[in-house]
């Protein structure tokens, strides 16, 4: 796939995740996967593979949310094998505070996958409203 064709596909799965399909997220990201948070909360770190994204960092974020993840993208600039998608979370927690977080990933793309991802976010509000991860 092309710098062009890339773009046209993050685009096509932020436009499902605006709406809280994350289907479209998951089937794009390749099975050897590394998504880096940045900062040093608990949620911070590099989670490697498919299973891991999905067990460690989805599914624990899924339990603390009252409903859909809801993700809409405002910009998205491509160079080669990166897209960097710009957006805004609009969700609340299952205690009822709101987590409308800030975005940035760089995303390095692979034969139509997601296959690296570093996520620039607001590390402060993650402390604040979400609990670790490795919680029950």
């Known amino acids: 796939m092309n710098t062009q064709d890339n773009k046209a596909l993050l685009a096509a799965i ?3 995740t605006a709406s809280g399909n994350g289907r479209p997220f998951v089937d794009a990201l390749a099975d050897d996967v590394r998504w880096t948070i940045i900062g040093s909360t608990p949620w911070s770190r590099t989670y490697a593979g498919k299973a891991s994204v999905i067990n460690d ?3 624990p974020l899924g339990r603390q949310f009252g409903g859909r993840n809801l993700i809409r ?3 998205f600039i491509a160079e080669g094998d990166y897209v960097v998608v710009q957006a805004t979370g609009h969700n609340v927690t299952t205690s009822g505070k709101p987590y409308e977080n800030q975005y940035c990933w760089v995303i390095r793309m692979q034969d139509g996958k997601m296959a690296e991802l570093v996520e620039y976010v607001d590390t402060q509000l993650i402390a604040a409203v979400l609990e670790d991860p490795g919680k029950p």
């Open 14 to 16: 932020f436009a499902e």
């Open 73 to 75: 993208a405002q910009r």
């Open 57 to 59: 960092l989805l599914r």
